[in-house]
């Protein structure tokens, strides 16, 4: 436990508190002044709220800089900081391993926007109801990822060997992905769903924003809770970031382990995407060989450790360089190859 919490505080204590004080203040604005009335989010303010999101990630970068600069945190979980020569040069190690795992992060959790656009669909959640389903999942994400990290982090430092299997991991799935590219999920199979129904009473409507309402019960007559579809809805977005997680932690894993970069990253990462969903949502289809790009990706990183004991250590910048190649290439692709169709639905 001490040696977890060796880990996890590899940053003074003052630095993670003010770093979760800005989330929460974010959150607070989002739900409490943004949308304290439920209305559908247009895309417009969609795209605002996901450019502020961007430009606050992009800002923390120069935090990042500064932190490591300074000398707050010396990189010593990560030898690719530590080993630096100068506070200069540690600090811009640490801010291109910051960008690097924001971006990666970012486009993985892309295709959680095509699972997630699938779930509201099924349950045919009205888009003014939906922002609050994201909302408490960033406050799942947040947790989840923390207790994911820490204990990756952990385990590292104590079995450097993971970086290993987690690496083969990466190049296995990124292989998969490619083959599974065009795959879509079919959520009235999803086992959390079947779990759901056989076990939990769910209104067959849906009730505002409420995730639980009080009825009666049709065998007993007495009032009891039921859960409404928007709470099956925030279980399952729940579960499948639980799942896209198993490959996105290992991800930036590959890259740094310091546990700082990796959760900071991860949060904005998220955040920013979740607040573009209204846009990208409408225009999914649009982003096909985007996933072919998230592969490649995935099996770059994975095997990069295992490359670079031929090579020897390949640094941050081009690790950079080529997840902006590949996702730049990826996206360009896609629009290209959909800018036929979307003139033709414009002209609908």
């Not at 000398?71 to 020569?85: C, F, K, R």
């Not at 007993?220 to 809770?225: A, R, S, W």
Request: neutral net charge.
């Amino acid at each position: 436990m001490e040696f977890l919490f060796g880990v996890w505080f590899g940053m003074p204590i003052w630095v993670w508190a003010a770093f979760l004080l800005l989330i929460l203040a974010i959150l607070y604005i989002d739900l409490a002044v943004l949308h304290q009335d439920a209305h559908e989010v247009s895309v417009r303010e969609s795209a605002l709220m996901a450019a502020a999101c961007m430009g606050l990630a992009v800002a923390f970068s120069g935090v990042v800089w500064y932190l490591y600069y300074k000398g707050v945190n010396t990189g010593g979980l990560d030898p690719t900081i530590a080993g630096q020569l100068s506070d200069r040069a540690r600090a811009w190690t640490a801010w291109e391993l910051y960008m690097t795992g924001w971006v990666v992060e970012q486009t993985l959790a892309f295709d959680n926007i095509f699972v997630m656009s699938l779930i509201f669909g099924y349950f045919a959640v009205p888009s003014k109801y939906q922002h609050r389903v994201l909302f408490w999942g960033i406050i799942g994400v947040i947790v989840l990822r923390a207790i994911m990290i820490a204990a990756g982090a952990a385990l590292i430092q104590h079995f450097h060997w993971l970086l290993y299997v987690f690496s083969a991991f990466l190049v296995f799935t990124g292989i998969k992905m490619l083959w599974l590219a065009d795959h879509k999920p079919d959520i009235a199979a999803n086992p959390i769903l079947r779990l759901m129904r056989r076990h939990m009473r769910i209104t067959d409507q849906i009730e505002g924003e409420r995730f639980f309402v009080r009825r009666r019960d049709p065998t007993t007559g007495m009032m009891v809770n039921w859960a409404t579809p928007l709470f099956v809805c925030l279980v399952l977005i729940e579960f499948a970031d639980l799942i896209f997680a198993v490959d996105s932690v290992p991800a930036i894993f590959a890259l740094t382990t310091d546990p700082f970069i990796v959760y900071t990253s991860n949060i904005f990462a998220i955040m920013g995407l979740r607040s573009l969903y209204f846009v990208l949502a409408s225009m999914v289809h649009r982003f096909h060989y985007l996933k072919y790009a998230l592969s490649l990706v995935l099996i770059y990183i994975g095997g990069k450790i295992f490359l670079q004991q031929l090579t020897g250590k390949i640094p941050p910048e081009v690790s950079l360089a080529v997840t902006f190649a590949l996702l730049g290439g990826g996206i360009a692709l896609s629009l290209w190859s959909t800018r036929t169709k979307s003139a033709a639905e414009k002209s609908a």
